[in-house]
């Protein structure tokens, strides 16, 4: 992270601190929902959604009262092992989970808003409307105006102004699925990496954040049983690297492993994927095990592979199919 940017997630961080968790009111004041397309509600037979909790390191994790996401994890499969992509970045890591591809493929290796700069590749939103599917995208940065190809996400929480907290993020993103019932929803939970920057990875200030953090993803998860999709939906929870200090770099193992865990129908509950010795699960397998889920084709340049070892059963894989 540059001079320019880390001086900007101090003052992020800053804000954050001195609201404390939940500030959904004074976020509002500065968060603007930006213009979408409005297709009609669907009643897709799967779903799936992806929640990323941004510079969640396994280990602080643990320290943690986190009841949603042990519930995530008794529920389902599970490995505080997952690998990112080496370049540990914000952007970058994101993109790569949601292309499948690596930053060098999918070209996106900055770290900052830029405005009509995309990925050279189809992201997952794309692959999704391909197959008929709705899309949404929630996050707490701006910096994912680089995800909002136009035509490829129906409807969104982009915000044109930070912080945007947990809160504020999962309200919104909870509005969306009530509304509008999207087949695949994108949900991106930013302050544990803004403390990080401010106070340091591993500090009670961000210990807190991490809970806060749970919290809305306990109020995504209710949502999700509120519109009776627990038995069709794919739920993913990763994030997008770790850290250390006040920083995450490349190459460093305390920000490349990151948690990575799975529920839904068909998978193995409670199981730590670790149990299988020779599975490495990186981020980027993140795109092909939903695309499989949701009966999606993706194509060639996809570098992630289905973890087929999250269900009790064989599953034909599209993979075949590309």
């Given amino acids: 992270m540059g001079v320019l940017a880390l001086a900007a997630a101090l003052a992020l961080a800053a804000v954050l601190l001195r609201q404390g968790p939940s500030p959904i009111d004074q ?13 009609s509600p669907t009643d897709s037979k799967r779903h799936a959604i992806i929640i990323t909790i941004d510079g969640l390191r396994p280990d602080v994790l643990l320290r943690v009262d986190a009841p949603n996401i042990r519930r995530l994890m008794a529920s389902g499969c599970f ?26 493929v999918h070209g996106v290796e900055w770290n900052d808003h830029i405005e009509q700069a995309f990925p050279l590749v189809p992201t997952l939103f794309e692959l999704a409307h391909r197959g008929g599917l709705t899309t949404a995208m ?26 945007n907290p947990d809160a504020l993020v999962a309200a919104e993103g909870v509005k969306i699925l009530r509304q509008h019932r999207p087949a695949v929803t994108f949900v991106h939970l ?51 690297h770790g850290g250390a200090g ?6 460093d193992p305390r920000s490349r492993h990151v948690p990575w865990i799975v529920t839904g129908p068909g998978v193995r509950q409670d199981f730590d994927l670790t149990r299988d010795a020779d599975l490495v699960v990186n981020t980027p397998d993140t795109l092909p095990t939903v695309c499989d889920f949701l009966g999606l084709n993706w194509g060639p340049e996809v570098e992630g592979r289905v973890v087929r070892e999250i269900y009790t059963e064989q599953r034909e894989l599209l993979r075949d199919r590309k």
């Avoid at 929630?138 to 912080?163: H, Q, R, S």
């Avoid at 006040?246 to 190459?251: K, Q, W, Y």
């Fill in 246 to 251: 006040l920083e995450h770099g490349p190459d």
């Fill in 190 to 240: 930013a302050d544990t990496d803004v403390v990080g920057h401010a106070v340091g990875w591993g500090t009670p200030e961000q210990l807190k954040f991490v809970e806060e953090a749970d919290r809305q993803v306990g109020v995504v998860l209710s949502a999700v049983a509120e519109l009776g999709w627990n038995d069709s939906t794919l739920v993913v929870l990763t994030a997008d």
């Fill in 27 to 39: 976020a509002a004041a500065v968060s603007t929902t930006r213009p979408t397309s409005n297709p």
């Fill in 79 to 104: 490995t505080f092992w997952a690998q990112t992509v080496p370049e540990c970045y914000t952007l970058p890591a994101h993109v790569s989970i949601l292309t499948g591809v690596s930053p060098q």
């Fill in 138 to 163: 929630v996050t707490g940065k701006t910096k994912f105006i680089a995800l909002d190809k136009p035509g490829t996400i129906d409807w969104k929480f982009l915000p044109y102004n930070e912080p």
